[in-house]
């Protein structure tokens, strides 16, 4: 068994950069300044920042984040849907539907032939990336599951094209067993440590490996050592503080690009979202109002500006609309969060949690359009080997959205043609027009030879 080689989470220096004198707004203006020089921000910026009260200075914190986004990101927000291959797990995590003691969830683990079938539902709506998710406790306890599951995700073939790329959030996993995942060839490996805070964290997970939490926080170490070079990690936002658990991530952070050069992919945003049988998941200990979550938002894009944020389908669509421009970059659409519940809808198993945007993908992707931004299905980074330290050289500077802006265009173009409803593809249309409009150069003479070679029917262009 591999050691666990956890970071460490110094809640004593947590505490004193929170317990430091509310900043000025000199102060707050200056850690703005020198957030959108794109070189991040240290911990008591980050504290000083979460204790910002006056509505004026919220206001310039999130513009400066918007400045940010904008220049690193550009006008993309890239779209994915989770598949959850089964709901057996042997943790007994108090928030979630899906933990062991819950006899009231049916447990469903798909056999391949019907994640197969949920694949070809996905592959019809247009979806091209797909995040793997299993519940701690495999067929058997037989990690081949999720190896097999990858393989036959990728082996599915449609009218409606292939998924491109296969990102996984599975339980932490011993060193060998990352090497597997990375020849597989997955895209990100995501786990979140749900919360930072240790007494939280031992007295809300309650039976199986999850209870270990120095166990949980190594998984990245041993990702990186296996040579899984994209990884995503998060928070779940309701159970500890959350100005505590934004410094107790950016801990991890630092520590990740200290050891390997390279920091988190993506991080995740999620709320505590009512759950069914879990008191604690409708009433949370730390509840994370509207604007503390879009200031969570704007603070992680300050403070990690290289890094994309992921906002999921447990956000109503109007938060997620308010944190498009706040620093979000990749967001979910048309999910659903039980084993079966794309191909067959009016029977599968109870849900992990509440969903708050329950919108189908043709509808996001045109109000993501309508709203100024560019629904893009692009894995032209995976494919041309701009992951891990390679894709954070392009990233940090601002330079990635040379890449992602074409590249953005085209698979945007791909999926107006092929699944869009008459409404969406007008909408779709305008909005690519308008960006190219906007786009000058070598990125706009790129951008209208791959949109001339998605018109004449050529699919999966990209650069």
């Known amino acids: ?205 309650r039976a199986g490996r999850k209870m270990d939490f120095d166990w949980r926080l190594g998984a990245m170490d041993r990702a990186f050592a296996a040579g899984v070079d994209d990884v995503g990690v998060g928070v779940l936002f309701g159970l500890a503080d959350w100005r505590f658990e934004l410094l107790a991530l950016l801990q991890h952070v630092a520590h990740l690009e200290r050891r390997f050069g390279v920091g988190p992919h993506t991080i995740s945003v999620p709320r505590l979202e009512p759950a069914e049988g879990s008191p604690l998941a409708a009433h949370p200990p730390h509840p994370v109002g509207d604007r503390d979550f879009r200031r969570i938002v704007a603070i992680l894009r300050l403070a990690v500006p290289y890094t994309g944020i992921i906002m999921s389908t447990r956000e109503s669509a109007a938060i997620r609309r308010e944190t498009f421009a706040l620093g979000v970059s990749q967001i979910s659409a048309g999910s659903r969060t039980s084993p079966g519940a794309y191909a067959h809808p009016e029977a599968h198993a109870a849900e992990q949690f509440s969903l708050g945007d329950h919108r189908p993908l043709d509808e996001v992707v045109r109000d993501v359009a309508a709203l100024g931004f560019i629904p893009s299905f692009c894995t032209g980074c995976y494919r041309l080997g701009r992951t891990g330290a390679d894709f954070m050289d392009l990233a940090k500077p601002g330079e990635i959205k040379r890449h992602c802006d074409p590249n953005g265009l085209s698979s945007f173009l791909e999926y107006l043609l092929d699944h869009a409803s008459p409404e969406t593809l007008k909408e779709g249309l305008e909005r690519i027009g308008a960006v190219l409009a906007e786009l000058e150069g070598e990125p706009r003479r790129r951008a209208e030879a791959m949109l001339d070679a998605v018109h004449s029917g050529r699919r999966d262009v990209f650069c």
């Open 1 to 205: 068994m591999t050691m666990s080689t956890a970071p460490r989470i110094d809640e004593t220096s947590i505490a004193e950069a929170l317990g430091a004198p509310a900043p000025d707004a000199s102060r707050v203006r200056g850690i703005l300044a020198r957030a959108q020089e794109l070189e991040g921000l240290d911990a008591a910026a980050v504290a000083d920042l979460g204790r910002v009260e006056d509505p004026d200075l919220l206001e310039e914190i999130f513009t400066a984040a918007r400045t940010v986004k904008e220049t690193i990101y550009g006008k993309r927000l890239v779209l994915f849907t989770p598949l959850y291959v089964s709901n057996l797990c042997a943790n007994d995590c108090a928030y979630c539907a899906f933990r062991s003691s819950n006899r009231g969830v049916v447990r469903k683990a798909l056999t391949q032939r019907e994640i197969a079938e949920e694949t070809a539902a996905l592959v019809a709506e247009g979806h091209k990336r797909v995040l793997l998710v299993a519940g701690e406790a495999y067929p058997r306890h037989d990690f081949g599951y999720v190896l097999d599951a990858i393989d036959t995700i990728y082996g599915v073939r449609g009218p409606g094209g292939e998924i491109r790329r296969v990102n996984v959030n599975v339980a932490p996993l011993e060193t060998d067993q990352f090497r597997q995942l990375k020849e597989r060839g997955i895209g990100t490996y995501q786990i979140f440590q749900e919360t930072y805070h240790r007494d939280t964290y031992h007295a809300v997970h």
